[in-house]
């Protein structure tokens, strides 16, 4: 499985933002562009998409203190979701770099996406590329129903049905004991976070 991050305090994996992360619609994009690239259509599904999104967000968010994208992630029924993930793939579609297809699966319709360009990296770094790859990797050798069972862990509890996941509950990913230092860290973030208006 891919590597995180080292154990340790809070302030030797390096300081996390306590701000809410800046959206990149473009970053989005491409990440999706690359991850359509890298798998084939019958292996990517709408549920593994949106989960190779969220571990490629909270899993760098752990390593450097930010995510890829900073889309926020909403709890569903089936683990987390991408709040902007159907526009990113209308503009893709729109760009000529990406085509959904619809095929029945066990009496359902499964959607599937399709790079219909060779990826090219416009915003996202060769670290980025690298992580997201990774997950992607790891995610695609499950299956959705596994998938969804693993993005049901500590973090997931931390939102009601509908609400969102905020950036600091990645922590809870972390196999590691916690210290006070991270504890403390991540409250504070909380309540920073929590009366910080949507932008």
């Known amino acids: 499985m891919f590597l995180v991050c080292s154990g340790g305090s809070h302030s030797e994996r390096g300081e996390m933002r306590s701000q809410p992360p800046q959206f990149d619609r473009e970053k989005l994009k491409e990440a999706v562009w690359l991850i359509a690239s890298h798998c084939p259509g019958r292996e990517l599904g709408n549920v593994k998409l949106h989960k190779m999104l969220y571990f ?24 987390p979701t991408a709040r902007h993930l159907t526009a990113a793939i209308a503009g893709l579609q729109q760009d000529g770099k990406l085509r959904v297809e619809e095929h029945e699966y066990y009496g359902y319709y499964k959607k599937q996406y399709v790079s219909l360009l060779p990826y090219v ?29 693993l993005s049901h862990n ?46």
């Open 56 to 79: 490629s967000d909270m899993l760098y968010f752990l390593r450097e203190g930010r995510p890829i994208t900073g889309v926020e992630y909403l709890k569903q029924q089936f683990g």
């Open 121 to 149: 990296p416009e915003r996202l770094t060769a670290d980025e590329q690298a992580l997201i790859l990774d997950v992607a990797d790891f995610v695609r050798g499950h299956t959705a129903q596994e998938i969804s069972e």
């Open 154 to 199: 500590a973090a997931w509890e931390a939102a009601e049905l509908g609400e969102a996941l905020p950036y600091f509950t990645a922590l809870r990913l972390l196999p590691d004991e916690l210290t006070d230092d991270d504890r403390t860290w991540a409250i504070d973030s909380a309540r920073q976070y929590a009366h910080t208006p949507a932008g």
